[in-house]
């Protein structure tokens, strides 16, 4: 199975062999939302005032920065905050880990994008473990159909990391996890300290308090900034239809091949990303949805089930 | 399963304060329930994803383990293998009348740095004490950080009732004995609830069977009667500057607004340099304009002026200053691996100001349980301690009274690469002035490196090579220069014409080779002088580009900075100023060889800098040059020297 490439036509791409239908083609490559600013968020304020300043004490401690950008509803969030806190401006590189296991419409949204916000975009692929050649001559081509997913995970997107920032030398990511959507997550600091070997000591991670972080690292180190720690993935939604930031159509409501309609909560490579039944069309829509869920947001994502722990362990040695 | 109860009435759209999450810590010594206090709240505001009860309970039987309500929040496996909480959690979850963040702070003695973390940022506490075990160590030791933090609001959950058969009695001798502790710490707890958290009982509901003698509220109910933090926008103006950005030609001051109320056409005093200008605009990408900005807000403005501004002033209103003093008392407490050492350098920081500063003397080191003084008097302290401390900084330190403008008045001391401590201003007697004497003490031996005399000065040498036609303002800009470094507490002198042509270069005339000569001994001066660490600012005409380059070389040699300023006035603008009456003698051909009439002025292609003086202030000239040279001269702390 390797990856098909353009111009096969969108419909007839595997990743949308399952429930969830590809787009429309009527050339729209991203989800304008309506500006509404519902009257229950207030809270927003605060936390886009604490994410600006996070960000700009990441640009100001380390001039060496990048800003991982996966697509998703959160990075684009980060572009938005970004902006904010540069008036207008994103002084510093984005950094697209492909997979190459993207929907394809997820490309076309890259394409966009970058255009739109006039980004300075690397994009980086870890060509030989897809090929497996070099370091990966003797283990073969890793994919979805030879390898499990927790190990695809860790070598299409730590490991890629891992060969990008040695290129780079970057010594700060700004990242958009946030604190909601994992318990390993909810135990991260705003400055996250990472050795060499990209590992994350959880059992001795520095103080943090009164807006004092972690502002320094030692060679070849790196210092994870999370900017939306704080945000639950309910204001994600609510702070995008308030900015009108546009994302993704994937998030949103098809009618599947069985008549029911489907929407994507949260986006990964496409052979472990399942969609979630929903009649959510719109963000208000998906606001409310959220309101009631109790399925968690990753719950598509089979990387985080394969194993017990298995999230944890993909952490400990890199993953975002 | 419980039904939530809440204290106010369930509206459609809650209050702008009600929508503020409130952060409420929890703490208490290790084993007295907090974790199963805080996994009994998720599972009773059923705020857990579907399944994961089901979820945990079957791993608990697979591993043959009782399940636990602890568990639902220990996700960590190590925490599942000891059974303790490692690190601080940040939770949400909400009630009919608010949304809250439940901060889980360990209770381990060793993991002080973690309570810190959580507890710093929390609105509010809740204090387990296990009524089987009554008021431990930790009990008290949590109580006092609280009170040390500034949180007023506490609720004391008196645990594991269950063990004690539900006694009145046992829970009125834990709440004697715990309030008279609070009570000496000027804390006041707005109730103590006795609960069972493994049962559920007090928790989000009544116990009214096994203990009929309560009547208070749950704990979910005082939650929900916690108030929420108050805005600070009606207090004074502090505004500490985060960053300077050059966008669109435009000078852009960015930062977050810590307390009070910022207007275009306000005018800001920022400290401490004292310089004012007046706000031009408050800058919003993609957001509304508006003339206004509030506490909490992180925004940009521009300046009518461009005054000299950098990471760390804080700006504030010319009538409401914040205090500034280089000699302090704090209250401090300290997580280092290493001990805090009087006479030790260490890095300061408050909002974005960063400092070096000193351990002038131990006060008092306190036993945080007790609260009476550790021992004999002493010139450290140790990770874990408490203590009374005075500090001194190299430059002063931009403040205020922690009970006032919280924000303000807290610090941080790191000790290397790690956050060591943080520390606390009270009022009162910090400001004597009188006392300052440099107590900088070194003990290296062998070679002084440019190093060790960054580290004392706290800056590098470098040489800022002014060069411009007569009249261009050189000297008023080299005066202005030097008066601001050394009000930022930098060395730093001035060549030029007035205090080199009389006594060095007393034999020199204006000739060509005259002229060589005469900046070729400057720029050796200036070599000795920067390498000596000082800011040299030379103010020569110095007109030919090969004697510059010449400057420049023999600055690199010596591994000094250097930095060539383009005083950059027109011709016309320097003759009609003619301060010293030269131009005017020079057409009336008194003198010879005078540059710009009758000898040539090669002007700068590769400045660092370019004042235009015809163009800018003297306060906006000062900006440019300061711009560039501080990040030049920085010295980067370093522990080792």
């Not at chain 1, 600006?52 to 572009?79: Q, T």
């Not at chain 2, 079957?58 to 293998?81: I, K, N, S, V």
Request: glycine fraction near 6%.
């Amino acid at each position: 199975m390797s990856q098909p490439t353009i111009p096969m036509k969108m419909s007839e791409h595997p990743a949308y062999a399952g429930r969830y239908p590809a787009p429309p083609e009527d050339g729209k490559a991203a989800f304008f939302p309506e500006k509404i600013s519902r009257e229950d968020c207030a809270h927003l304020d605060a936390l886009e005032a604490q994410s600006i300043f996070l960000i700009r004490e990441a640009y100001h401690y380390f001039k060496n920065v990048c800003m991982p950008w996966s697509m998703g509803k959160d990075s684009n969030v980060l572009i938005w905050l970004s902006k904010k806190a540069f008036c207008g401006h994103i002084p510093y590189p984005l950094l697209h880990i492909d997979t190459t296991y993207e929907f394809p419409e997820m490309i076309e949204y890259r394409n966009w994008a970058v255009e739109h916000h006039g980004l300075n975009l690397i994009v980086k692929i870890n060509e030989d473990a897809r090929a497996g050649r070099g370091a990966y001559a003797e283990r073969g081509p890793i994919g979805y159909d030879t390898t499990d997913p927790v190990t695809v995970t860790h070598e299409l997107k730590t490991e890629a990391l891992k060969q990008v920032m040695a290129e780079h030398r970057w010594d700060a990511l700004i990242t958009g996890i946030r604190r909601d959507e994992d318990p390993t997550r909810a135990k991260e600091r705003y400055f996250s300290p990472r050795t060499a070997d990209f590992d994350w000591d959880y059992k001795d991670q520095p103080p943090e308090f009164w807006n004092q972080f972690t502002s320094s690292c030692g060679a070849g180190e790196h210092v994870r900034v999370q900017a939306l720690l704080d945000w639950s993935e309910r204001d994600i939604w609510l702070y995008i239809q308030r900015e009108g930031i546009p994302i993704p159509k994937m998030y949103f409501a098809r009618t599947g091949a069985d008549g029911k309609r489907y929407r994507f909560r949260s986006l990964g490579c496409w052979p472990i990303s399942g969609p979630v039944e929903s009649e959510a069309d719109t963000i208000d829509k998906i606001i409310d949805e959220l309101a009631v869920t109790k399925t968690s947001e990753r719950a598509g994502r089979a990387q985080d089930h394969h194993e017990r722990n298995a999230m944890q362990k993909l952490r400990a040695k890199g993953f975002m | 399963m419980s039904v939530i109860q809440s204290s106010k009435p369930v509206s459609a759209v809650a209050s702008f304060e009600d929508q503020q999450r409130l952060k409420v810590v929890f703490v208490g010594h290790v084993d007295h329930g907090k974790s199963t206090l805080i996994g009994r709240i998720f599972y009773d505001t059923q705020s857990l994803a579907d399944g994961k009860v089901e979820q945990i309970q079957a791993a608990c039987r697979e591993e043959g383990m009782e399940f636990e309500y602890a568990f639902l929040l220990d996700a960590l496996l190590e925490e599942q293998e000891q059974n303790i909480t490692i690190d601080t959690t940040q939770i949400q979850f909400k009630t009919a009348r608010r949304p809250y963040v439940i901060i889980d702070a360990p209770g381990h003695k060793e993991f002080l740095k973690n309570m810190i973390t959580g507890a710093a940022s929390a609105d509010a506490a809740v204090l387990l004490i296990a009524a089987n075990e009554g008021v431990r160590e930790q009990s008290r030791r949590h109580g006092y950080l609280l009170s040390m933090l500034g949180i007023r609001q506490v609720v004391v959950a008196v645990n594991k009732m269950d063990l004690v058969n539900f006694s009145e009695e046992t829970f009125n001798a834990v709440v004697a004995e715990y309030r008279q502790f609070l009570s000496q710490i000027g804390l006041e707890a707005r109730t103590f609830v006795p609960i069972s958290a493994r049962n559920g009982f007090n928790v989000a509901s009544k116990a009214a069977v096994e203990m009929p003698w309560y009547k208070g509220p749950s704990v979910l109910d005082m939650l929900d009667r916690f108030e929420s933090p108050k805005p600070t926008t009606e207090q004074p103006l502090r505004f500490p500057v985060q960053d300077v950005y050059r966008f669109d030609e435009r000078r852009i001051i960015a930062g977050r607004i810590e307390s009070g109320t910022l207007r275009v056409g306000d005018r800001l005093l920022f400290s401490p340099n004292n310089k004012t200008s007046v706000v031009a605009s408050i800058e919003r990408w993609s957001g509304e304009p508006g003339e206004v900005a509030y506490a909490g807000e992180s925004v940009a403005i521009t300046l009518t002026e461009q005054i000299f501004v950098q990471r760390g002033h804080v700006a504030s209103q010319e009538k409401d200053t914040p205090i500034e003093s280089n000699r302090f008392k704090a209250n401090l407490f300290w997580m280092g691996k290493n001990n805090l050492v009087a006479g030790n350098r260490y890095k300061l920081k408050l909002t974005t100001q960063e400092l070096d500063c000193e351990l002038v003397s131990v006060d008092r080191v306190i036993d945080a349980s007790t609260l009476e003084a550790v021992g004999e008097p002493r010139n450290y302290i140790a990770r874990n301690d408490v203590a009374e401390i005075t500090l001194q900084t190299r430059t002063p330190l931009v403040m205020d009274n922690h009970d006032r403008i919280p924000t303000l008045g807290r610090f941080i001391i790191v000790d290397g690469h790690q956050v060591g401590g943080g520390g606390i201003l009270s009022g009162g007697t910090y400001t004597d002035r009188t006392q300052v004497k440099s107590q900088n003490i070194f003990w290296s031996e062998g070679k002084v490196t440019a190093s060790h005399r960054a580290a004392r000065n706290g800056h590098q040498g470098a040489i800022v090579w002014l060069t411009g036609l007569s009249g261009s303002g050189k000297s008023t800009l080299a005066k202005a220069l030097e008066r601001e470094l050394f009000n930022l507490g930098m060395h730093t002198t001035i060549l030029d014409g007035d205090n080199v042509r009389h006594g060095l270069n007393s034999n020199l005339g204006f000739s060509p080779e005259d002229r060589v000569e005469n900046i070729r001994r400057v720029g050796e001066v200036a070599r000795l002088m920067a390498e000596s660490g000082l800011i040299v600012i030379s103010a020569f005409i110095s007109p030919y580009r090969v004697d510059r380059r010449r400057a420049r070389e023999i600055a690199l040699e010596g591994g000094c900075g250097f930095l060539e300023v383009f005083v950059d006035a027109p011709l016309e603008v320097c003759e009609q100023r003619d301060p010293k009456n030269l131009y005017r003698r020079a057409r009336a051909g008194e003198i010879q060889e005078f540059t710009g009439i009758s000898a040539p002025y090669e002007s700068p292609e590769n400045a660092e800098v370019v004042v235009p003086t015809s163009k800018l202030s003297l306060e906006e000239s000062i900006a440019v040059v300061m711009e560039a040279l501080l990040p030049r001269v920085r010295h980067e702390f370093s522990p080792e020297i």
